[in-house]
T-cell receptor, first 112, second 113 residues
């Protein structure tokens, strides 16, 4: 069974902390994505990667960075967490750029 | 560029009734279209996808969707709602290339007993 896993289901951090969200896929997919999901706003793309060490900004990259050192792992970094980054974060992967995306279970991050 | 509009942030139907969730898209190239379902505190799961083969697409859990180019629509239907269908549903579109998927804002489906 194909799988995308995220390091934490729930996370509570304080304002100003550096936060790492990890995502791992076991499908040998080229493409990986980070979204945030907020009520009434749907899914908004933060960053994506089409290859190792490659990254592209999505629609809302401000306040975030990413790292992809290995094909199976894509990390989202909040350099200095703020309360407006409290959200559900979803990671996804796909084989082709226009193919079905497979999603992880999500990380619900609360920044106090 | 592409975009998706889902009409109705909340849809309520009785158990056993028809489910109809609306999705309209815009795309400058022939689109690929997807419907995803999200159960509480879970990630998104693919229900079905249209990739320019048959215009009527059947998915999991008895759902289906019809691609209508003239109406730029891809509405999701199920003949008879079940309590387990209560969830958030997302429509997504891609025109291919580097654009990836663009998601609608979601429709919360409520099933009344």
């Amino acid at each position: 069974d194909v799988k995308v896993t995220q390091s934490s289901r729930y996370l509570v951090k304080r304002t100003g902390e550096k936060v790492f969200l990890e995502c791992v896929q076991d499908m040998d997919h080229e493409n990986m994505f980070w979204y945030r999901q907020d009520p009434g706003l749907g899914l908004r793309l933060i960053y994506f990667s089409y290859d190792v060490k490659m990254k592209e900004k999505g629609d809302i990259p401000e306040g975030y960075s990413v790292s992809r050192e290995k094909k199976e792992r894509f990390s989202l970094i909040l350099e200095s967490a703020s309360t407006n980054q409290t959200s559900m974060y979803l990671c996804a992967s796909s084989s082709g750029q226009s193919d079905e995306q497979f999603f992880g279970p999500g990380t619900r991050l609360t920044v106090l | 560029a592409q975009s998706v509009t889902q009409l109705g942030s909340h849809v309520s139907v009785s158990e056993g009734a028809l489910v109809l969730l609306r999705c309209n898209y815009s795309s400058s190239v022939p689109p690929y279209l997807f419907w995803y379902v999200q159960y509480p505190n879970q990630g998104l799961q693919l229900l079905l996808k249209y990739t320019s083969a048959a215009t009527l697409v059947k998915g999991i859990n008895g759902f289906e969707a019809e691609f209508k180019k003239s109406e730029t629509s891809f509405h999701l239907t199920k003949p008879s709602a079940h309590m387990s269908d209560a969830a958030e549903y997302f429509c997504a579109v891609t025109g291919g290339g580097a654009d990836g998927l663009t998601f609608g804002k979601g429709t919360h489906l409520i099933i009344q007993p």
